[in-house]
């Protein structure tokens, strides 16, 4: 299968040339030339194991590797979750599933596309020679699942920058106590935002990155949003016969990834009939599902911290399929969203979509809600999906992040919070990390003293 560019410029490209690249040189996101009808076989056998089922999906995808290859890859990504579903469907009540994507090493649904990425990188680094350093910046999950997908693998180091003080004290530990010597946590004083205008300033610098070899932990790279499409189908295979008609996905939503993913496995035939986009108070995804209008707003920090986005990177391959892949209007949207700030979509359609938006008020009243009716916790990004829920047909609700990851937040809601074994170990473990003035001349710096 080929790839080709939102935006329509340079020549379709291989599955490993798209994961290579990540964004297109016109700037614009690839997506698959044409998205295949999914096997039939698929949707009917119960619930294959994870990594057969992404084997099965990925194939279709993937000319690169050969199919032996890619069940190495794959066996390698996924192998190291701590339930042996990987993805378990949990029912709550008559129509009401949980989808728990938080059973990978960082304990949130991000290791799903990150775990694959990591392997991908080892895989060309085998094959080309070629050793790279990945250089990002997180706000929490992004970071510590990027970490794990690479902890350990040879010929890779990570450069991972983040706000001193900014993050939660576990989501620190997820970075600083791997014990692997080829990852290097950077905090620095400031925000998100400095940390990320850092790393955008030096990945800029085209000469530097040549010489350093430095590669992203790209939130747009079209092998994340694969990676996260095998789990709807899972979910799907997970449900009760009686449950699998008038289906609604509900997910927590920010850069539009992961509710993205789910909505290409429809166009290839998995039978849903809703996404409901769930956002918290920055909510102008909301706010575009039920107006066709694309307005940033300033950012505001909330108790789904994952989710304070504004513009929604991965809404540009939505975007391109609303215009029935047609790339030119796409980039004409895109220029005009860049001049003007905000686009108005014509003739918007998105009946297969409807959206919530969640105050940090309604995010510890559905954590307690949930406790209450159902027995079961969740975390406070989880906690969106559960906003005006109508049970008249069957809701599955994707839980992104282990509950464990947010105390303070969960306590606050319930008064306990409770806890994982992977995090209490990391409690007692020797935090290594790098502290970096904030700035990019200092980082550069320490780059040039560090790279591998
Ligand atoms: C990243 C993240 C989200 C948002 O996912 P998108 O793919 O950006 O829409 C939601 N919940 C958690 C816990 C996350 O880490």
Not at 130 to 155: C, F, M, Q, Y
Not at 265 to 272: A, C, E, I
Request: charged share 20%; net charge negative.
């Amino acid at each position: 299968m080929d790839f080709v560019s939102t935006r329509g410029g340079g020549e379709p490209v291989s599955f490993n040339e798209a994961f290579a690249r990540g964004l297109a040189p016109d700037g614009g996101l690839y997506v698959p030339r044409h998205l295949p009808l999914l096997p039939q076989t698929i949707l009917v056998e119960d619930a294959l194991p994870y990594a057969a089922l992404a084997w099965d999906f990925l194939s279709l995808f993937d000319s690169d590797h050969d199919s032996e290859h890619l069940v190495d890859i794959i066996d390698r990504s996924y192998g190291d979750f701590s339930d042996t579903m990987n993805a378990p469907l949990q029912q709550l009540a008559d129509n009401l599933f949980v989808l728990e994507l938080f059973h990978g090493p960082s304990l949130s649904f991000k290791d799903f596309g990150l775990q694959l990425i990591g392997s991908l990188f080892e895989d060309q680094i085998e094959r080309t020679g070629v050793s790279i350093n990945v250089l990002g910046a997180t706000s929490g999950d992004t970071g510590a699942a990027a970490i794990h997908g690479l902890a350990g693998k040879k010929g890779a180091k990570v450069f991972v920058l983040y706000p001193e003080g900014r993050i939660s004290e576990l989501q620190e530990r997820q970075m600083t106590c791997t014990g692997a010597d080829n990852i290097y946590p950077i905090p620095i004083q400031g925000t998100f935002d400095d940390a990320q205008a850092i790393v955008k300033e030096l990945m800029g610098d085209l000469a530097f990155k040549e010489e350093m070899r430095l590669s992203a932990i790209n939130s747009i790279n079209v092998v994340r949003i694969l990676a996260q499409c095998v789990y709807y189908i899972h979910a799907f295979t997970q449900l009760p016969p009686d449950n699998r008609d008038d289906i609604s996905f509900v997910v927590p939503t920010g850069n539009f990834g992961n509710i993205f993913a789910g909505w290409m496995v429809h166009q290839m035939g998995l039978p849903v009939d809703r996404f409901v986009v769930a956002t918290n108070q920055n909510d102008i995804l909301y706010r575009l599902f039920n107006s066709g209008e694309y307005k940033p707003d300033a950012v505001r920090p909330s108790h789904a911290p994952s989710m304070d986005i504004q513009v929604a990177s991965n809404f540009e391959r939505f975007l391109y399929y609303h215009n029935e892949k047609n790339a030119k209007a796409t980039m004409a949207q895109m220029d005009q969203f860049k001049a003007d700030g905000s686009i108005k979509i014509p003739n918007f359609n998105a009946s297969n979509f409807a959206a919530t938006r969640s105050t940090d008020e309604d995010i510890l009243k559905n954590i307690r809600l949930v406790k209450e009716k159902y027995d079961y916790i969740v975390d406070p990004h989880t906690a969106c999906g559960f906003q005006d829920l109508d049970l008249s047909s069957t809701h599955v609700i994707l839980a992104t992040a282990h509950p464990a990851k947010f105390p303070d937040t969960i306590r606050k809601a319930i008064g306990e919070a409770p806890t994982d074994p992977a995090l209490e170990k990391l409690k007692n473990k020797e935090q290594v990390k790098y502290p970096v003035a904030a700035t990019a001349a200092a980082v550069r710096q320490f780059l040039k003293e560090n790279a591998i």
